[in-house]
């Protein structure tokens, strides 16, 4: 039956049906309201200072997508289609925050970037370009750039946008078609928009993205979620050519010969370290998040670019988790030609469940929040959140190093070297998970290496562990309960994984 | 607990690898060759084989998964054999082994040891006819292990001289085989499919492993040997619905089963080959038809053989058509009645002539006729076609002797005859001897066949005349039935060497009464191994899914990972269950996670009701904090059910709640939390769930102990908890929490235009609505550059996309939809013969642009056809009633002036254009348009349709049409 012969029984009922409405802002203002959600971290609060924006009454800011304009202003997008600018967002009192609607009736907006005027915005159909040209602070031009991804109607179609990378190029991450297939052309790849508008397929073999970023030094990363031929969530390097590890987005390879021939099909029951080996294309996750230790939902990236006004650890990555209501601290190094590292806990307690993380030019974090469909910790159905430095230093764990017969690790103060020194200060285990094409895995094939000797720096900034049993491909979980700032402190935050799929030469 | 897919090269007991399944799950597991390869020589019982048979230490390493053979000794994590319970292993072993083997059925036990022993009575022989095949009957009663490679079953009467004792068999048999009916095979293909699917669902393969795959070959799989010579298929049906009637031990557990789903698994069981023909072969075509075409004409997308009247064979939902082919065999001659129905149109062909038709597009409808039929084959053909909406095909038959059923039942894809012979290959035929009765019962008391299996004659229980020692005089050594050749006068078990020696061990316990006693886990393990719970669920780390079955684990939301689709852990079950819900889900199975395809069956609680009590003593705990809270009960289900809704913890986000379905995953009913669970466990299990279920997806609602709902009993973790436990008490009467009953979020626009950029039905994924404030609506379709609804009224609802995960088409909210030819407006046609093409407009490589907004925001859609740009507008237009659309194209030329271009525009279609006074046309009696351009429409006829088209020629400069719509 056909949909022109239904809509005849309308006609009569056209009254009636004109009765039932419901105003939306009504629903919104009831559940915005209300207090920041308490951070159950104590020490939190001495270091960063996280405040919710004031979002208007009327607007159901699920937000999905942020990036910083000209003049200090911010863009936000929201999960139902509309973007806001706000005013006075970054520094001073957060009440004197103004919002202004700059366009609405985009579809899923995870996107979004800024340049010459436009604003940049990938939406679940397309990368389009935004302009207000008769100046009244509301977009009137809605140009496609770019649309020649397939989609089907499956919600799990999501695109993921970059800021705009050194040769001015747009980073798009294609969902799959749900978890397991890619019913559309290029779901689960990875696409760049040329500055002309030319879609180049980049990488293939992507899941579920969260989110999308560079470093300091422009390398693409986004973040895959557990899942089919994920684990668990994970940070991966976006090597032009390359292959992420869930195959079922290889048949498009049929369509493109940008990147070259389809890989081989993974083995399902095998091991990260194992596929590594057997197809060249794949590469490995740079940062494995292990299931429920850091997160359950990995999603925004951003890089610290301020140089030290956001705390003391300028070019790291800062990774949202959905699901905790966190952003995690991650620190990659390239052994062997390849991205790997390190991630740590850092924030906890935001209102919803984290997805945008933006960090300007002058150090300030913006974190914004869903969690319609997919629950949270943060239990507000959505937030935006400013997070300032207070000045103040923590004593963390800075960054990890590996080496050929252990680990380096920095540190933001200096250590006290009795207990930095004392091999029984750290607690260590590896382990792995399945590379398999059934959803998630548990851990496995642990094991604890040990710690032959702990030998502090002269500068005490740093300690050398050598350990017996190191486990290339695992993941290596350190505990340092015991190890003190000179001052006496313990670590802020006293756990660190290290995915330690290579281990250098020398 | 790993997963990994299973791996294929597996050996037979001829060491030439098992050829795999062609269906089994798919697998790109590495080849792994430390594979336990076994002969079916001996008795094969699960729980010997898994914990303390030869292959133990395998298997146990083999559920590493392929990392086993990667990794060095050394790194392999810890892998427990089986449970250590202050017992000397083989004596376990041998208590196992002596209840499964009846042992005490002769060799009486008392006291403790025949508690510990659980015997497994054999299978009552009352009514055999009804079930089995009198060929097999004769060949198992004579050589047990070789009719059924594994059995339990002894070889016995080994002192009889070989011609007496084949007449003893012989006589056996038939006192056997004079109770029941014998009925011949006669195998239904389509069931046959259906059953080998539940097969893989249900969990069969947890116990068996399916036939032919490699699954079935593991030690640890129940021999099913050749169901298709053992049973008639109507006797393995009606085992299967009440397995525990003849074997009331229930080491077969039954499944909840209609009558249906019984056939279609016997009809694969013991359907034989003819089971696994085809049903029928099939085409698929691809086209847009409002009647049935000349199939045989068109050229097909798709074809190949099928179980039986698949539309999704046809790879889309609508616009397509599919023609089935077969054989039809009528057991005997006579009038039948043949019932067709469908949505769309559908034609039933009988002996190549048509002889029921249901045509045309119309919502599901249905014929009947009556044929006079030849028995023997006739061939059939049912063509069918669907053009949108809903789509729905039966084909019926009813005939002498035969209720209405689908008539997929008697087809097949080739002509050969469907036998009904009552012997197989190599079978003689078997003659019921009444003389040979009496004989037989004198034979089957003699021989001690009374001793295991029930069976009675006259009215009467039949009495074992077979005397032998008590358990607790025999002797610890390997004589007797534990002898490595048996002697002739005792029963031959086959038993393998490790077997001996743990009935050895056994009995030497029992003689110096060394034996433990009945209670705490070694009840536990010995319940769990006999009744092979371990296939399903671990305990304690010990037993859970086995490696190569895992991958027919299957789950219905596979989002929801192994959680999904492998059953619970018992570690612990005595500490989390109630034990009310344990007796229940002993005597009754379990249906509580509808997401796996698995089911707990039924064991009975005669059987296993003394694990309520032994899993309570030995997993229960009382430690959660479970405050008071000073408030009446009332205002505490308040609080509990705030914090299960969506302004607090959103449980009901992944729970389904009663009827209501979660939103996101739809995990285990949380209205059944109370009945099922002990309020201490919930506590507990609440504030770390991973303590108790590592790698779950449920996630810690209240951190580290913490609470993150500050406002609510003052953000006390265990008052929260409680507060959710005493809400829930309420099971189903629960009130229902926020965030379970979609909202409506109606969109209106106001003061200018809104636009809803979404799935929108009847358009491609890329649809864009626009709602005007007076009251007129359109939805543009990006894939298709055409403006494809429009409508009146109300504008759209975004609840379904706006609550939840957003999944699904939304249909506008309004009056008078109409739905505007797809495709984009503009086209270069040869002529004006030409038909409009079908593709999607972007698929035919034109490009969508944008839009921009007006002053009053109204949007202007941007698009490139075949080499011109199009400026597409619409405005509200003021008529007498509702409002009507004046939409504005301006037609651009992308690239320089080309002579030879044809543009055409296409302003309406549809089954009668007609024209009216002024300019206007009428279409379909619904639509009334006006077009102004510089030259004049035409109206068309193209395939049974009408199109008013402009030829527009060739475009040098910009220029614009003007379309009024009016509905």
């Known amino acids: 039956m056909i949909i022109a012969t239904l809509s005849h029984r309308h006609r009569r009922a056209g009254v009636l049906c004109a009765v039932l409405i419901v105003i939306t802002t009504l629903i919104a203002s009831g559940i915005a309201s209300g207090t920041a959600a308490r951070a159950a971290d104590p020490q939190q609060a001495e270091y960063y200072v996280i405040e919710p924006l004031p979002i208007p009454k009327d607007a159901y800011l699920e937000a999905s997508a942020l990036c910083e304009l000209p003049g200090g202003r911010i863009a936000v997008a929201s999960r139902r289609g509309e973007i806001y600018i706000i005013e006075n967002a970054v520094h001073g009192p957060i009440e004197k925050a103004r919002f202004t609607r700059f366009a609405h009736g985009l579809h899923e907006v995870l996107g979004l970037a800024y340049r010459d005027g436009w604003l940049y915005v990938v939406q679940r159909p397309e990368v389009s370009r935004l302009k207000d040209e008769d100046g009244d602070g509301r977009a009137d031009v809605f140009e496609t750039v770019v649309d020649n991804w397939g989609i089907t109607g499956d919600y799990h179609e999501y695109a993921f946008g970059s800021q705009f990378d050194r040769e001015g190029n747009l980073w798009v991450v294609l969902c799959l078609t749900g978890s397991f297939s890619s019913q559309a052309p290029f779901r689960g790849w990875c696409v760049r928009v040329t500055p002309?508008?030319?879609?180049?397929?980049?990488?293939?073999?992507?899941?579920?993205?969260?989110?999308?970023?560079?470093?300091?030094?422009?390398?693409?990363?986004?973040?895959?979620?557990?899942?089919?031929?994920?684990?668990?969530?994970?940070?991966?390097?976006?090597?032009?050519?390359?292959?992420?590890?869930?195959?079922?987005?290889?048949?498009?390879?049929?369509?493109?010969?940008?990147?070259?021939?389809?890989p081989k099909d993974p083995q399902s029951g095998s091991r990260i370290a194992i596929e590594a080996e057997r197809i060249p294309q794949y590469v490995p996750p740079a940062i494995l998040?292990?299931?429920?230790?850091?997160?359950?939902?990995?999603?925004?990236?951003?890089?610290?670019?301020?140089?030290?006004?956001?705390?003391?650890?300028?070019?790291?990555?800062?990774?949202?988790?959905?699901?905790?209501?966190?952003?995690?601290?991650?620190?990659?190094?390239?052994?062997?030609?390849?991205?790997?590292?390190?991630?740590?806990?850092?924030?906890?307690?935001?209102?919803?469940?984290?997805?945008?993380?933006?960090?300007?030019?002058?150090?300030?974090?913006?974190?914004?929040?869903?969690?319609?469909?997919?629950?949270?910790?943060?239990?507000?159905?959505?937030?935006?959140?400013?997070?300032?430095?207070?000045?103040?230093?923590?004593?963390?764990?800075?960054?990890?190093?590996?080496?050929?017969?252990?680990?380096?690790?920095?540190?933001?103060?200096?250590?006290?070297?009795?207990?930095?020194?004392?091999?029984?200060?750290?607690?260590?285990?590896?382990?792995?998970?399945?590379?398999?094409?059934?959803?998630?895995?548990?851990?496995?094939?642990?094991?604890?290496?040990?710690?032959?000797?702990?030998?502090?720096?002269?500068?005490?900034?740093?300690?050398?562990?050598?350990?017996d049993g190191l486990k290339r491909g695992h993941v290596h979980e350190f505990h340092l309960d015991g190890v003190r700032s000179a001052e006496g402190r313990a670590l802020w935050h006293r756990e660190a994984y290290y995915t330690l799929n290579e281990i250098p030469a020398e | 607990m790993l997963v990994v897919p299973?791996?294929?090269?597996?050996?037979?007991?001829?060491?030439?690898?098992?050829?795999?399944?062609?269906?089994?799950?798919?697998?790109?597991?590495?080849?792994?060759?430390?594979?336990?390869?076994?002969?079916?020589?001996?008795?094969?019982?699960?729980?010997?084989?898994?914990?303390?048979?030869?292959?133990?230490?395998?298997?146990?390493?083999?559920?590493?998964?392929?990392?086993?053979?990667?990794?060095?000794?050394?790194?392999?994590?810890?892998?427990?054999?089986?449970?250590?319970?202050?017992?000397?292993?083989?004596?376990?072993?041998?208590?196992?082994?002596?209840?499964?083997?009846?042992?005490?059925?002769?060799?009486?036990?008392?006291?403790?040891?025949?508690e510990l022993l659980q015997t497994k009575q054999a299978p009552v022989l009352d009514q055999l006819g009804d079930r089995l095949r009198p060929q097999f009957v004769r060949s198992f009663v004579e050589a047990p292990q070789s009719a059924k490679p594994g059995t339990t079953m002894p070889t016995v009467a080994r002192h009889l001289p070989p011609a007496e004792r084949r007449a003893a068999t012989e006589a056996i048999t038939h006192f056997l085989m004079a109770e029941g009916t014998s009925v011949p095979n006669a195998p239904v293909v389509a069931a046959a499919s259906r059953g080998k699917a539940l097969f893989r669902q249900l969990g069969c393969v947890a116990c068996h492993g399916l036939p032919g795959h490699p699954t079935a070959e593991l030690p640890t799989s129940v021999p099913l040997g050749d169901l298709a010579r053992k049973y008639h298929i109507l006797g393995l049906q009606r085992f299967l619905k009440q397995p525990h009637a003849t074997r009331p031990s229930a080491r077969m557990p039954r499944f909840p089963l209609d009558d249906k789903q019984a056939r279609d698994l016997a009809n694969y069981l013991a359907g034989g080959p003819a089971a696994a023909r085809d049903a029928l072969k099939y085409r698929a075509y691809h086209g847009v038809w409002e009647k049935l075409p000349d199939f045989t004409k068109l050229r097909p997308t798709a074809e190949g053989v099928a179980g039986g009247f698949d539309l999704s064979l046809a790879g889309r939902k609508d616009d397509f058509g599919l023609r089935f082919e077969g054989f039809l065999h009528i057991p005997t001659a006579g009038k039948y009645q043949f019932a067709l129905g469908s949505d769309d149109g559908s034609r039933l062909w009988i002996d190549g002539r048509a002889v029921l038709e249901v045509d045309g597009i119309h919502p599901y409808s249905k014929r009947s006729t009556s044929l006079r039929l030849t028995a023997g084959v006739h061939p059939i053909a049912?063509?069918?076609?669907?053009?949108?909406?809903?789509?729905?095909?039966?084909?019926?038959?009813?005939?002498?002797?035969?209720?209405?059923?689908?008539?997929?039942?008697?087809?097949?894809?080739?002509?050969?005859?469907?036998?009904?012979?009552?012997?197989?290959?190599?079978?003689?035929?078997?003659?019921?001897?009444?003389?040979?009765?009496?004989?037989?019962?004198?034979h089957f008391e003699k021989l001690g066949c009374a001793a295991c299996h029930r069976k009675t004659s006259g009215g009467k229980p039949l009495q074992n005349r077979r005397a032998a020692k008590p358990?607790?005089?025999?002797?610890?050594?390997?004589?007797?039935?534990?002898?490595?050749?048996?002697?002739?006068?005792?029963?031959?078990?086959?038993?393998?060497?490790?077997?001996?020696?743990?009935?050895?061990a056994l009995i030497a316990a029992v003689r110096a009464a060394a034996l433990p006693k009945p209670a705490g886990e070694l009840v536990n393990h010995l319940t769990m191994a006999r009744f092979n719970c371990y296939a399903c669920h671990d305990r304690n780390g010990i037993g859970g899914v086995e490696f190569d079955r895992n991958p027919f684990f299957e789950g219905v939301i596979k989002e929801m990972g192994d959680e999904g689709r492998i059953p619970p852990t018992l570690t612990g079950v005595g500490d989390k269950l109630r034990k009310d819900w344990m007796a229940h889900l002993f005597e009754n199975g379990a249906a509580d996670r509808p997401y796996m395809r698995t089911r707990m069956p039924r064991f009975g609680r005669q059987n296993v009701g003394h694990l309520v009590d032994s899993f309570a003593a030995t997993d229960e705990k009382n430690a959660a904090v479970i405050p008071r809270i000073d408030l009446p009960v009332h205002r505490i289900k308040a609080i509990g059910r705030h914090l299960v809704g969506a302004d607090a913890l959103s449980c009901i986000k992944c729970h389904n709640f009663g009827k209501y379905k979660a939103t996101g995953i739809q995990a285990i009913d949380l209205t059944t939390m109370s009945r099922r669970l002990r309020s201490d466990w919930f506590h507990r299990y609440l504030?770390?769930?991973?303590?108790?279920?590592?790698?779950?997806?449920?996630?810690?609602?209240?951190?580290?102990?913490?609470?993150?709902?500050?406002?609510?009993?003052?953000?006390?973790?265990?008052?929260?908890?409680?507060a959710v436990w005493v809400y829930l008490s309420d099971g189903p009467k629960a009130?229902?929490?926020?965030?379970?009953?979609?909202?409506?979020?109606?969109?209106?626009?106001?003061?200018?235009?809104?636009?809803?950029?979404?799935?929108?039905?009847?358009?491609?994924?890329?649809?864009?609505?626009?709602?005007?404030?007076?009251?007129?609506?359109?939805?543009?379709?990006?894939?298709?550059?055409?403006?494809?609804?429009?409508?009146?009224?109300?504008?759209?609802?975004?609840?379904?996309?706006?609550?939840?995960?957003?999944?699904?088409?939304?249909?506008?909210?309004?009056?008078?939809?109409?739905?505007?030819?797809?495709?984009?407006?503009?086209?270069?046609?040869?002529?004006?013969?030409?038909?409009?093409?079908?593709?999607?407009?972007?698929?035919?490589?034109?490009?969508?642009?944008?839009?921009?907004?007006?002053?009053?925001?109204?949007?202007?859609?941007?698009?490139?056809?075949?080499?011109?740009?199009?400026?597409?507008?619409?405005?509200?237009?003021?008529?007498?009633?509702?409002?009507?659309?004046?939409?504005?194209?301006?037609?651009?030329?992308?690239?320089?002036?080309?002579?030879?271009?044809?543009?055409?525009?296409?302003?309406?279609?549809?089954?009668?254009?007609?024209?009216?006074?002024?300019?206007?046309?009428?279409?379909?009696?619904?639509?009334?348009?006006?077009?102004?351009?510089?030259?004049?429409?035409?109206?068309?006829?193209?395939?049974?349709?009408?199109?008013?088209?402009?030829?527009?020629?060739?475009?040098?400069?910009?220029?614009?049409?003007?379309?009024?719509?009016?509905?």
Request: net charge negative.
């Open chain 1, 196 to 262: 002309d508008g030319k879609m180049i397929p980049t990488a293939s073999g992507i899941r579920s993205p969260g989110g999308i970023g560079m470093n300091h030094l422009g390398d693409m990363f986004y973040t895959d979620n557990q899942g089919p031929w994920n684990g668990t969530c994970s940070l991966k390097h976006l090597v032009p050519g390359s292959f992420q590890g869930h195959p079922a987005g290889n048949r498009w390879y049929e369509l493109t010969n940008a990147i070259g021939p389809r």
């Open chain 1, 289 to 467: 998040f292990p299931y429920k230790k850091m997160g359950q939902s990995a999603s925004g990236i951003a890089c610290d670019l301020s140089g030290g006004k956001f705390g003391p650890f300028p070019t790291q990555l800062f990774v949202g988790d959905q699901t905790f209501s966190t952003v995690m601290r991650c620190y990659l190094e390239k052994v062997n030609g390849r991205y790997q590292g390190v991630c740590f806990p850092f924030l906890e307690g935001f209102g919803s469940g984290t997805l945008p993380v933006l960090i300007t030019r002058d150090g300030v974090m913006f974190v914004g929040g869903t969690n319609r469909g997919w629950g949270s910790r943060g239990n507000k159905p959505y937030s935006l959140e400013r997070v300032t430095w207070t000045g103040k230093v923590p004593f963390e764990v800075h960054e990890i190093h590996a080496r050929p017969d252990g680990f380096e690790l920095t540190f933001t103060k200096p250590v006290d070297p009795q207990s930095a020194g004392d091999p029984k200060s750290y607690a260590l285990q590896t382990y792995t998970y399945i590379f398999q094409a059934s959803y998630g895995s548990p851990e496995v094939d642990h094991t604890t290496p040990e710690i032959l000797s702990a030998t502090v720096a002269g500068d005490r900034r740093s300690v050398r562990l050598v350990i």
């Open chain 2, 6 to 114: 299973p791996v294929e090269a597996l050996r037979a007991a001829d060491g030439k690898p098992l050829e795999r399944a062609d269906d089994a799950p798919p697998s790109t597991a590495r080849d792994a060759t430390d594979v336990p390869a076994v002969d079916f020589d001996h008795p094969m019982i699960p729980g010997f084989e898994r914990f303390y048979g030869p292959f133990a230490e395998r298997l146990a390493k083999r559920q590493l998964g392929p990392i086993a053979e990667e990794l060095d000794e050394e790194d392999l994590p810890p892998r427990p054999v089986r449970p250590d319970l202050n017992t000397p292993a083989e004596v376990v072993a041998g208590l196992l082994l002596a209840g499964e083997l009846n042992c005490a059925s002769c060799h009486a036990a008392a006291g403790d040891l025949a």
């Open chain 2, 382 to 442: 049912v063509d069918y076609f669907e053009r949108g909406g809903e789509e729905v095909l039966t084909v019926e038959i009813a005939g002498p002797g035969l209720p209405q059923q689908s008539l997929i039942s008697f087809v097949t894809a080739t002509p050969e005859p469907i036998e009904l012979e009552p012997t197989l290959p190599g079978e003689e035929p078997f003659t019921l001897r009444r003389d040979l009765i009496p004989a037989g019962k004198e």
């Open chain 2, 471 to 504: 358990f607790a005089s025999l002797k610890p050594a390997p004589v007797g039935c534990l002898a490595p050749k048996p002697p002739a006068e005792v029963p031959d078990y086959s038993l393998s060497e490790p077997q001996r020696r743990a009935l050895v």
């Open chain 2, 687 to 722: 504030l770390d769930p991973q303590a108790f279920r590592p790698g779950t997806r449920m996630p810690a609602a209240w951190p580290f102990g913490r609470s993150t709902i500050p406002d609510v009993l003052g953000g006390d973790a265990h008052a929260q908890i409680h």
């Open chain 2, 735 to 967: 009130a229902i929490p926020k965030g379970l009953i979609p909202e409506k979020m109606v969109l209106v626009p106001k003061d200018e235009p809104i636009i809803y950029r979404n799935f929108i039905e009847g358009l491609h994924p890329r649809g864009i609505a626009v709602g005007y404030p007076e009251k007129v609506n359109l939805a543009f379709d990006a894939d298709d550059l055409s403006l494809a609804l429009i409508w009146h009224n109300a504008f759209i609802d975004a609840g379904r996309h706006w609550t939840g995960r957003g999944q699904g088409f939304q249909p506008p909210l309004g009056d008078h939809v109409l739905s505007l030819p797809r495709g984009a407006a503009f086209a270069v046609l040869s002529g004006p013969d030409q038909p409009w093409p079908e593709k999607p407009a972007k698929a035919l490589g034109n490009r969508f642009r944008g839009y921009r907004l007006d002053k009053l925001r109204r949007p202007t859609f941007l698009y490139e056809v075949d080499g011109v740009r199009v400026e597409d507008h619409c405005d509200p237009l003021p008529t007498r009633f509702e409002p009507g659309l004046k939409r504005t194209l301006r037609v651009t030329p992308l690239h320089g002036p080309n002579a030879e271009q044809r543009l055409f525009y296409r302003a309406a279609a549809g089954k009668l254009i007609t024209q009216d006074q002024d300019g206007w046309f009428v279409v379909d009696e619904m639509l009334r348009i006006r077009v102004h351009a510089p030259v004049q429409p035409q109206l068309r006829q193209v395939g049974g349709r009408q199109e008013l088209i402009l030829s527009l020629g060739a475009v040098r400069k910009p220029l614009t049409i003007v379309q009024e719509y009016v509905w």
